[in-house]
């Protein structure tokens, strides 16, 4: 693997998890599989690589989804697992949907989007979308790259999805019957509201693969991480009211260290990102924060980093 120049992948698998969701496996096609490579990644935090569409020639970032410990193979041999979204008016995402089983795939990278301080104690995560994938990167990090540290840390994700589909099976751990009238996706979608109802994730008795990762971290990690989830046509969301319920129960349950840092992570569509933190910017060519926005600006997050990815 080379951040900078393009490498050739073959599509092992395509898994559709969704009606508009899928999980690609890509095994590299040299004898130098870049796994070293992805392991200084995995160390250090969220990590990125640029997959090609070689019709239109343009690139877009996708976030590969972490290996189970276990897949000793997977980790040796340099094979990278991606959710991606098929979006109508995505070149890159409708392309990979199209293509078969065996195609050549092209992609460079790593791309380090966010390096994860040491000495971090706690992560709020929210998540829109395939935006878990950086979610299931950090817990990674923290949990099976970083476990012989003597910090361990606490990771608690709230994951927003537009359908119940996209994360069939979860239940959540402590937002048990968050419902609002109103939703983020409606919001900036326009998609229509009807009257408040109850999530009915425990009826399904079936769990999407990414429910299932995110079921085996919590058993792995004991009482270290939480999960809940929001879905739009459920009209449940992450709001106000979610957001300082999570905050004000970590301060009341977690002794906090002096010097370990508190971090809040959001990872999704543009929207998404705009909602909740404000947008990003850009300066001098190169993609910023930006100022602090949306929801969190208007709450108190003292004692929080916040970084959107």
């Not at 998890?17 to 796994?35: D, E, N, P, R």
């Not at 540290?149 to 099976?169: F, S």
């Not at 919001?187 to 109850?198: H, L, M, P, T």
């Not at 399904?204 to 299932?212: C, D, I, K, Y």
Request: aromatic content about 8%; hydrophobic content about 35%.
């Amino acid at each position: 693997m080379d951040p900078t120049m393009f490498n050739s992948f073959i599509l092992e698998s395509k898994e559709r998890i969704s009606s508009t969701s899928s999980i690609f496996t890509l095994s590299a096609t040299s004898k130098t599989s870049g796994a070293e490579i992805y392991d200084e990644a995995w160390h250090k935090g969220v990590w990125s690589v640029q997959i090609k569409q070689p019709q239109l020639q343009i690139a877009r970032a996708y976030t590969p989804i972490p290996p189970s410990w276990n897949d000793k193979e997977s980790r040796t041999a340099g094979k990278l697992s991606f959710l991606i979204r098929q979006d109508p008016k995505g070149e890159v995402s409708g392309f990979l949907h199209r293509l078969p089983q065996g195609a050549t795939i092209d992609l460079r990278g790593p791309m380090v989007e966010y390096r994860i301080p040491d000495d971090v104690t706690e992560i709020l995560f929210i998540a829109g979308g395939t935006g878990i994938a950086p979610a299931l990167q950090v817990a990674h990090t923290l949990y099976n790259v970083r476990k012989g540290q003597a910090v361990h840390p606490k990771m608690h994700i709230l994951w927003a999805n537009r359908r119940r589909e996209d994360c069939e099976g979860g239940v959540n751990d402590t937002a048990s019957r968050y419902s609002s009238p109103l939703n983020w996706w409606s919001n900036i979608f326009a998609s229509g509201v009807g009257n408040s109802v109850k999530p009915t994730a425990n009826a399904h008795s079936r769990a999407s693969p990414m429910v299932l990762r995110l079921e085996n971290l919590k058993k792995s990690q004991s009482d270290l991480v939480n999960v809940d989830y929001f879905v739009d046509e459920e009209h449940t969301t992450i709001n106000e009211a979610v957001l300082k319920n999570v905050l004000q129960s970590s301060k009341a349950t977690i002794e906090r260290s002096s010097n370990g840092k508190q971090l809040i992570l959001i990872s999704g569509p543009e929207g998404f990102i705009k909602h909740f933190s404000g947008s990003k910017a850009w300066q001098n060519g190169k993609e910023v924060q930006g100022p602090l926005g949306g929801l969190l600006g208007q709450m108190d997050h003292s004692g929080w980093e916040i970084w959107k990815l």
